[in-house]
């Protein structure tokens, strides 16, 4: 099972990642680097937790459903 570490690891690498291109998007289209950077700040809080959930729910899933298919046996 992957651990709690290596997925908070994997997700603030993503988000740095993710939350750089949606600073630069935001501040490219509005002129406002100040707006960038506050779309960047809430995008990063809620995908985050997001994203972390998500990866916490398909291991579940996958753990499940390994336990589902050898008790069958």
Do not use: H, P
């Amino acid at each position: 099972m992957v651990s709690y570490k290596e997925t908070i690891i994997k997700t603030l690498i993503w988000r740095v990642i993710a939350t750089s291109i949606t600073v630069l998007v935001s501040w490219a289209i509005t002129g406002s680097l100040k707006f960038g950077l506050a779309v960047g700040s809430i995008d990063t809080v809620l995908k985050t937790i997001g994203y972390f959930s998500y990866e916490r729910t398909w291991i579940l899933y996958k753990k499940s459903k390994q336990n589902t298919i050898y008790n069958k046996e």
